[in-house]
């Protein structure tokens, strides 16, 4: 599974929470280093607000990629173009990819197509999901690539 998180608000919002939780590991690992045992649990207690602030900002959509790879190859072959030179039809194959593999959603290919071309999605936001699909599909659970 390969969960992917998408900002739901302003992105230096995100960045400024990120800075946070990055500022509060730091000094965990200070007063951990220092043997400092009431400033680490006072640290560990802004780490976890802080964590807890990001989490706010950031919706996770989980994806699991196929256990078989006739479906993954029966949805490349839907979503190309008959002939020698048949292209995929690449905004039609994700937006299928992520109606089959996205846990949790019973969203058809067709709305995953409405919703991600609103206003509510940066390209970058879609291209992120795309990308995560796509690795759900073509890397075994080591990180490896499919042969």
């Known amino acids: ?3 992917v998180r998408i900002p739901v608000v302003k992105q230096a919002l995100v960045e400024e929470r990120q800075d946070a939780v990055r500022d509060a590991r ?10 400092d045992e009431k400033a680490t649990e006072k640290a560990n207690g ?25 479906d993954w190859d029966a949805l490349i072959n839907a979503h190309t173009a008959p002939g020698d030179d048949g292209e995929l039809d690449w905004d039609a194959f994700c937006c299928a990819l992520l109606a089959e593999c996205v846990l949790d959603s019973d969203l058809t290919a067709e ?3 409405d919703e991600l071309w609103s206003p509510k999605w940066t390209r970058a936001e879609r291209a992120e999901l795309f990308r995560s699909a ?5 890397t075994t659970g080591s990180g490896t690539p499919n042969a």
Not at 47 to 66: H, M, P, V
């Open 26 to 35: 730091q000094r965990v690992a200070l007063a951990q280093y220092q043997g």
């Open 111 to 113: 709305e995953w197509r």
């Open 134 to 138: 796509n690795a759900a599909n073509t």
């Open 1 to 3: 599974m390969v969960p």
């Open 46 to 70: 802004i780490l976890e607000q802080a964590s807890k602030a990001l989490d706010e900002c950031l919706f996770t959509i989980r994806i699991q990629g196929f256990t078989d790879d006739a």
